[in-house]
């Protein structure tokens, strides 16, 4: 596993590297689903393998290449008899603050973060990328700095990506100055979507009219408020069923803010494109698989 970490307090250029770690043909059972505070570039190398990205399980083959946000709950397991291998890179967001100050016509902070939040797949289309993450293996500093840079430049310049946590707030992928804003936002339904959350309630958070928050909220996520709300209450009910599958649909559906099943049900297939309890479903078929945890 190679882990690049900015040092605290030094400067721009001053990165560690550790060592490069392949995964052959382990034992789906000792990975469990984890999140952690770096971000993680998993490369599969040879044979094929599942992986879980918060609420979405994708099948992946040698070629394919995975981005996955910090906090974002993900595993990776061995799905065949062949031999499986897997290169991980580890850096810490920090990194990315850095990395930009360096390059200044790298244009990361976008696009980047919003391919971060939702976890991202890359498919059949990163042969040359493959190499560049083997270099990591030995090379080191500022060298590994730059080859780093290569291969997420080489990522952002595909044309064809799949997102997976679909249910993750997206960000358009271009900052301002209102950006602080939209971050309260976020906040405040993170902390409240429980609630009964009003236009007016939420628009008054960041001192906006409805009809402005609305026109704002918008532009920075394609979506509606509501949507959004939905949305971040549907990613809650699959955290809870995935935790606890011993939990009925109904007791979930209370639990993050719904009123009314029926409403709970509309929404969550309309987020997820299936019902609550095929959701629950594959979950309990992964967990038998030692899938997940």
Same mark, same amino acid.
């Given at each position: $596993?190679?882990?690049?970490?900015?040092?605290?307090?030094?400067?721009?250029?001053?990165?560690?590297?550790?060592? &490069?770690?392949?995964?052959?043909?382990?034992?789906?059972?000792?990975?469990?689903?984890?999140?952690?505070?770096?971000? =993680?570039? &998993?490369?599969?190398?040879?044979?094929?393998?599942?992986?879980?990205?918060?609420?979405?399980? +994708?099948?992946?083959? /040698?070629?394919?290449?995975?981005?996955?946000?910090?906090?974002?709950?993900?595993?990776?397991?061995?799905?065949?008899? +062949?031999?499986?291998?897997?290169? &991980?890179?580890?850096?810490?967001?920090?990194? *990315?603050?850095?990395?930009? /100050?360096?390059? %200044?016509?790298?244009?990361?902070?976008?696009?980047? /973060?919003?391919?971060?939040?939702?976890?991202? #797949?890359?498919?059949?289309?990163? =042969?040359?990328?493959?190499?560049?993450? #083997?270099?990591?293996?030995?090379?080191?500093? $500022?060298?590994?700095?730059?080859?780093?840079?290569?291969? *997420?430049?080489? *990522?952002?310049?595909?044309? !064809?990506?799949q997102t997976l946590n679909q249910s993750r707030p997206k960000l358009v992928p271009v900052l301002d100055s209102n950006e602080d804003k939209i971050?309260?936002?976020?906040?405040?339904? =993170?902390?409240?979507?429980?609630?009964?959350?009003?236009?007016?309630?939420? /628009?008054?958070?960041?001192?906006?009219?409805?009809?402005?928050?609305?026109?704002?909220? %918008?532009?920075?996520?394609? !979506?509606?408020?509501?949507?959004? *709300?939905? +949305?971040?209450?549907?990613?809650?009910?699959?955290? #809870?069923? $995935?935790?606890?599958?011993?939990?009925? &649909?109904?007791?979930?559906?209370?639990?993050?803010?719904?009123?009314?099943?029926?409403?709970?049900?509309?929404?969550?297939? !309309?987020?997820?494109?299936?019902?609550?309890?095929?959701?629950? =479903?594959?979950?309990?078929s992964y967990k038998q698989q030692n899938i997940i945890s």
């Open positions: $596993m190679i882990t690049l970490h900015a040092h605290p307090g030094s400067d721009s250029g001053n990165f560690k590297t550790g060592a &490069i770690r392949f995964f052959d043909g382990y034992d789906p059972s000792g990975h469990f689903s984890h999140s952690h505070s770096q971000v =993680e570039l &998993i490369c599969v190398l040879a044979g094929q393998t599942s992986i879980l990205v918060g609420g979405h399980v +994708e099948q992946s083959t /040698a070629g394919d290449i995975f981005l996955v946000g910090s906090g974002l709950p993900h595993s990776i397991h061995t799905v065949s008899s +062949e031999q499986t291998r897997v290169a &991980i890179v580890h850096f810490d967001e920090i990194f *990315l603050d850095d990395l930009i /100050a360096i390059i %200044k016509d790298f244009q990361l902070t976008g696009h980047f /973060a919003y391919l971060c939040s939702q976890g991202t #797949l890359w498919r059949n289309q990163t =042969e040359g990328l493959v190499p560049q993450i #083997l270099k990591l293996k030995d090379t080191e500093g $500022m060298n590994a700095v730059i080859v780093l840079v290569r291969i *997420l430049s080489g *990522l952002l310049g595909q044309r !064809k990506y971050r309260v936002v976020f906040d405040y339904t =993170e902390q409240h979507y429980r609630e009964a959350i009003t236009l007016p309630q939420i /628009a008054a958070v960041i001192n906006f009219t409805e009809t402005s928050f609305c026109r704002y909220f %918008k532009k920075w996520t394609g !979506k509606s408020y509501y949507h959004y *709300l939905n +949305e971040v209450r549907i990613d809650k009910a699959c955290a #809870l069923l $995935m935790e606890d599958s011993s939990k009925t &649909i109904e007791e979930v559906c209370y639990t993050i803010g719904y009123s009314s099943p029926s409403t709970f049900y509309k929404h969550f297939k !309309k987020v997820l494109n299936m019902a609550p309890g095929t959701y629950l =479903e594959k979950i309990n």
